[in-house]
């Protein structure tokens, strides 16, 4: 596996149901984010860890929970869930305290609808 | 305040043409890096092209472009040659220092056989 890989790829969930997405990164990234992408929106940044600590958090409702057990793995555990939340999350990784070109490698997203 | 900002909703080219992709950016930090991903519809976003704000000449890479304007606060981005796979969302990004990477809304390019 290379890259960043998200799981799963689609997910439906009822609004009182407990579901995770999980993100996994290969590239040896020090920071992982999590984007929420809902439509004719810009994509909102949600939660951000570096080192495995979470540097930010914003404004995101109590309804999302991220974990970041170690510096490869990133969840975003989900519980009652409103409709408004059907969007598609995105998780990123970066390597952060070098130079140069620190841009985000991104997954292919977790497309989520909320019934 | 908006800091990066795309007018372009939509954009049609014919294939094989050349396309402009509009983005300014607003920043008083000096240090910034500007940055141009595409997004087909199966979601994943992918990185095109980087353009650091102290980099003297405009980024390129492969049939990508980026048009950087200091003065006017703009990184258009170029696609030459335009093929059937461009079709695809494409966002402009800026990251101020060291600061997270903030997106713009988006243009859907479409390209015309």
């Known amino acids: 596996e290379t890259g960043v890989t998200q799981t799963p790829r689609h997910l439906v969930m009822g609004m009182t149901n407990k579901k995770s997405l999980k993100c996994e990164q290969h590239l040896g990234h020090n920071a992982m984010y999590w984007y929420k992408q809902s439509a004719k929106k810009p994509l909102e940044l949600m939660f951000v860890y570096n080192f495995k600590e979470q540097t930010e958090n914003n404004s995101v409702p109590s309804r999302f929970s991220p974990e970041c057990p170690n510096s490869s793995h990133l969840f975003l555990h989900l519980h009652t869930l409103q409709p408004e939340d059907s969007a598609l999350y995105l998780c990123?990784?970066?390597?952060?305290?070098?130079?140069?070109?620190?841009?985000?490698?991104f997954g292919s997203g977790t497309r989520l609808t909320v019934v | 305040a908006q800091k990066i900002t795309q007018t372009q909703p939509g954009m049609f080219v014919q294939e094989k043409e050349a396309v402009t992709l509009d983005c300014t950016y607003d920043t008083s930090d000096p240090s910034y890096g500007l940055f141009w991903y595409k997004q087909p519809s199966s979601g994943e976003m992918i990185f095109l092209i980087y353009?650091?704000?102290?980099?003297?000449q405009n980024a390129t890479e492969g049939r990508y472009s980026l048009n950087f304007q200091k003065a006017r606060k703009s990184a258009n981005l170029v696609i030459s040659a335009s093929q059937l796979g461009d079709s695809a969302m494409y966002f402009c990004?800026?990251?101020?220092?060291?600061?997270?990477?903030?997106f713009g809304t988006g243009t859907r390019l479409t390209v015309i056989p």
């Open positions: 990123a990784s970066s390597q952060e305290g070098t130079g140069g070109n620190y841009g985000y490698t």
């Open positions: 353009q650091g704000s102290y980099d003297q």
């Open positions: 990004a800026m990251r101020e220092g060291f600061n997270n990477l903030f």
